[in-house]
């Protein structure tokens, strides 16, 4: 829907642009419509944006409805086998399910096609499976954008191999880096996975734990 308005306003301004260099020294018009007990009185300009913002009112109107009514037809339908549901669909049942584990071909195939993600689910399993020298190789090669994401996984493998100095480093970086503006709308979930990854920190070595605190 954004995408959309954004549409609108940039063919709106082309258009604005282009009819203020044809209208230059002859005037902005006149227009009068008049429909039983309605009159219309505006320059072209205004007749112009009026038309816009008809327009733009349709098109959100039916893009508004198509949604509804496909949700409502959505649950109409019915589904056979898994894999006729949506993929969002399909993650929601294995999360609900907690099968995480055992759909990882799944999920990772799932996850494959995004350039943000892919890294850090398949670094997510592998670690799962024990195997954290891959995952962090993995970690290596994740999006940029994800680097949060990519942070907690590492702290997370260090603690788990007692390389706890190491987690405690990347964990003070952390505390003062800036949250990524994407990330802001879940910050709580963020900040609540840091304590606890200070809380297997402190766990581990305690004296360290307050080391970090004091800095």
């Not at 086998?81 to 099968?99: R, T």
């Not at 702290?155 to 802001?184: C, G, N, R």
């Not at 840091?194 to 070595?205: C, E, R, S, Y």
């Amino acid at each position: 829907m954004k995408q959309l308005v954004f549409i609108y306003l940039l063919v709106s301004l082309l258009f604005f642009a282009m009819f203020a260099m044809l209208s230059y020294g002859y005037g902005n018009g006149y227009v009068y419509i008049y429909w039983r007990d309605w009159q219309f009185q505006s320059s072209l300009w205004g007749l112009i944006a009026l038309f816009i913002v008809i327009s733009l009112f349709a098109q959100l109107l039916w893009f508004v409805s198509r949604r509804y009514f496909a949700r409502e037809q959505r649950k109409k339908e019915n589904i056979l086998q898994f894999k006729d549901l949506h993929p969002y669909e399909q993650l929601g049942i294995v999360w609900l399910l907690d099968a995480a584990k055992e759909q990882q071909g799944f999920i990772e195939r799932v996850f494959a096609q995004s350039g943000l993600l892919s890294n850090i689910v398949d670094a997510q399993f592998d670690y799962k499976n024990g195997d954290y020298q891959l995952a962090l190789q993995k970690l290596e090669k994740s999006a940029p954008m994800a680097f949060e994401l990519a942070e907690l996984q590492r702290i997370d493998i260090f603690l788990e191999q007692h390389e706890t100095e190491k987690a405690l480093t990347h964990l003070e970086f952390l505390a003062q880096h800036q949250l990524s503006p994407w990330l802001a709308e879940i910050e709580t979930a963020y900040q609540q996975r840091i304590t606890v990854l200070w809380g297997k920190l402190a766990l581990q070595q305690p004296w360290l734990f307050l080391l970090g605190l004091t800095h």
